[in-house]
C-alpha cells in the first residue's frame, strides 16, 4: 500500500509563488509515475502535471504550462510542484496521485491520492 500526504497549501497572492509537496511511504516510490491535479467544487478533477518514475519525462496541462514546475526526490520518497505567477484560477484543491505504470496523464490510471490542500489566489 501507498500513502500520500500533500503538504504546502495556504493563500498567496496573485503573481506570488508557492511550492507543494507530496511524501509518500514506501520504499518502491522510484517505480511510481508521480502526478499533481486539482479540483473546484462543482467541476471535474484536472490533470496538472506529471512525472516518470526515474524523474526524466515531465508533462504539463496547458493552463499551468510555463508557470508550474513537477520534480522528485526518489531519496525523500517526494515530489514537488513548483508554482509561480498564480492567478486567481490556479485556486483549487491541489491532489498528489500515484501510478504503478511509471508514468500516467489521465486519472483512470492513477492507483493512490492523496487526501487533499488547498491553494487560494487572492486578488
Known amino acids: 500500500q501507498v500513502q500520500l500526504v500533500e503538504s504546502g497549501g495556504g493563500l498567496v497572492q496573485a503573481g506570488g509563488s508557492l511550492r507543494l509537496s507530496c511524501a509518500a511511504s514506501?520504499?518502491?516510490?522510484?517505480?511510481?509515475?508521480m502526478g499533481w491535479f486539482r479540483q473546484v467544487p462543482g467541476k471535474e478533477r484536472e490533470f496538472v502535471s506529471a512525472i516518470s518514475r526515474g524523474g526524466g519525462t515531465t508533462y504539463y496541462g496547458d493552463s499551468v504550462k510555463g508557470r508550474f514546475t513537477i520534480s522528485r526526490d526518489n531519496a525523500k520518497n517526494t515530489v514537488y510542484l513548483q508554482m509561480n505567477s498564480l492567478k486567481l484560477e490556479d485556486t483549487a484543491t491541489y491532489y498528489c496521485?500515484?501510478?504503478?505504470?511509471?508514468?500516467?496523464?489521465?486519472?483512470?490510471?492513477?492507483?493512490?491520492w492523496g487526501q487533499g490542500t488547498q491553494v487560494t489566489v487572492s486578488p
Open positions: 496521485a500515484a501510478d504503478r505504470r511509471g508514468f500516467a496523464t489521465k486519472r483512470m490510471e492513477y492507483d493512490y
Open positions: 514506501g520504499r518502491t516510490f522510484s517505480s511510481y509515475g
